[in-house]
């Protein structure tokens, strides 16, 4: 998926103004999914879970090469066809001279934020391989010909009644059908499209470096089917998926479902660890997984921003952001929005492509509070801020208000003497002229300053 961050700010405002049922249909889904993960880490001593989630991945992250050796030595042992892709153009490559190989004419998809990454869909297109998402809500966005907004729930943003419209338009269902009805709608097209389709393409939530096994969470059997039925499955994983052993997996799989859901565990958890094994068995014939780096081990390299790779892609941060809740996903510009998109665009896309995103934040922690494995996201963002200002992403005029404040804050003579002018002024509304407060002060009612400053008054020992 292309990035289009820069526009931002546009996007987020056009969003807030002129579509009031994304903020409806957004911060309705986002509050329940945040009420149920509150519930569900009420459940557990969530606190240690998390600081144990936390110290496996980052084991992993600083033991990455050996365990990614491992992994590709067990699936190998497995049957397993096992690639790397160093970016999305390798990526793209790799599954489109798989399905030429096969003879692919149909695939069937499972939801996976990855190729989306790699905008894997028009590659197959353009090689003339029909794809179907399989996932409700992915279909549902194929139909629309749009991005998803969520990680978890990529159609979020969209009402019950525009779904209906969409069905009734598309598949010819009731124009006011309940969701068991629309549910039924899509299952018809997609039970066919499963039983027809060569190739099933998934991510992948966890690779155990151990067994040599893929670890697919999911609550409507889609995915079962996707890994399945077709002759060939393709399992596009990041290289941050991994997991040393089984035994980790079993509290990963928990807390990921409690972090994205709130239930105890996914209604269907599916374990790939290579082809059928012998003709007649079930399963697929042929099991490829891609191991993608796409900037990966750039992020990895950067002294704050690997902590982001410990990301589970769980979603909770997002239900738990004011300021994700008030637009959805699609004003972030790429793939992963909410308070994790501000963290790894920037990394994964460099600094100056994913600006100003670092900026689309409150700080309020709430996100940190949220997150499975404790990523540090308020304190990513100041230091991603840092960044942008070291190396003038910044606005010249944000810039110029700062370096003015450093100067009169470290004078104390010119501090005394700003308060005071500040003091006298600060009625008038002229506030509302400085640079940075402007901006803010636009849609807000500024509190009337004192007339006297907080020194005057201190010694004059009034509280
Ligand atoms: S940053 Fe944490 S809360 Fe957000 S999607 Fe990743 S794992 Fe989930």
New binding site residues.
Partial sequence: MRARIGEYTARATESIRSEPGVRESVTGATLAFDRKRRNAYADIDSDHWRHWAEAVKNHTLTHLDDYLTQAEERLEANGAHVHWAADAAEARDIVTTIADDGLVATAVKGKSMLTEEIDLNPALEAAGIEVLETDLGEYILQLLDEPPSH?LGPAIHKSLQQVRDLFADRLGSAPDGDPDTLAQAARRVLRDAFIHAEMGITGGNFLVAETGTVALIENEGNIRLTTSLPRVHVALVGIEKLLPRMTDLAGFLQLTAR?ATGQPIGCFVSLIQGPASQPGDDGPEEVHVILVDNGRTDVLAHPHAWE?L?????????NACPVYRQTGGHAYGYVYS???GSVLDPGLLGLHEAMPLPFASSLCGA?FD????R?P?PELLLEWRREAQEQGLTPWKERAALAGLASVATRPGLYRLAGRIGARLGGTGAARALPMLGEWARDRALPRPSRRTFRELWREGIE
């Fill in positions: 990680i972090a982001a410990r990301c589970l892609r769980c979603g909770a941060c997002l909410g308070p994790i996100c949220a997150c499975p494995v990523i996201i």
